[in-house]
């Protein structure tokens, strides 16, 4: 018989709350400014799935995190924005 895969292998990103007043975008999404974009992505539909308001969420939390990724969710949009970041 075949074993599952661990935790430690399928786990997906663990959606922590949204901060309140985050700093930079990827604050919002829980993420590393050099988080890879399949990162981001995990990042980004594990929080929409615990903060949409149609799941309970909140409203104003699930707007953050959709404008976080609209702007890290594209590469050239990525580049500007981190472009624009203070060193």
Do not use: C, F
Request: aromatic share 6%; no cysteine; glycine share 6%.
């Amino acid at each position: 018989e075949q074993e599952p895969p661990s935790a430690e292998t399928t786990a997906e990103p663990s959606p922590r709350p949204v901060p309140s007043s985050p700093k930079t975008l990827y604050e919002v999404l829980g993420a590393s400014q050099y988080a890879s974009a399949g990162e981001l992505r995990k990042r980004y539909r594990a929080l929409s799935l615990a903060h949409h308001p149609d799941r309970g969420g909140d409203t104003t939390a699930m707007m953050k995190i959709n404008s976080a990724w609209d702007v890290l969710g594209d590469a050239a949009t990525r580049r500007r924005y981190d472009a624009s970041l203070p060193d």
